[in-house]
């Protein structure tokens, strides 16, 4: 990859899902390319820091899953009431 793609990624940040996780695991290969480790252990450190982004992903969207269900749960119960011909 040239230096300005690397430059582009890196300096984006604050990226979430996928591109958050991909985003994690390319800065951490940046980083110990640079610092010339070997074939394996930059795979298994790039691994490593998507692990923590996907679980920080999926920590991030458990936090919203009760605000989503009590939202929900008012529009699923007038849904069913529309259908049974009772508003």
């Not at 300096?11 to 480790?37: K, L, P, V």
């Not at 920080?56 to 069913?80: F, H, M, N, W, Y």
Request: charged share 25%; hydrophobic share 40%; with cysteine.
């Amino acid at each position: 990859m040239t230096g300005a793609a690397v430059r582009a990624i890196e300096s984006r940040g604050g990226a979430t899902g996928m591109a958050g996780i991909f985003e994690f695991g390319f800065r951490e290969f940046a980083r110990q390319r640079q610092s010339a480790s070997g074939g394996e252990q930059l795979l298994e450190g790039s691994r490593r820091a998507m692990r923590v982004a996907q679980l920080k992903e999926i920590d991030r969207l458990e936090q919203s899953l009760a605000t989503l269900a009590t939202v929900a749960a008012p529009v699923r119960t007038s849904g069913c009431l529309a259908l049974c011909g009772e508003s």
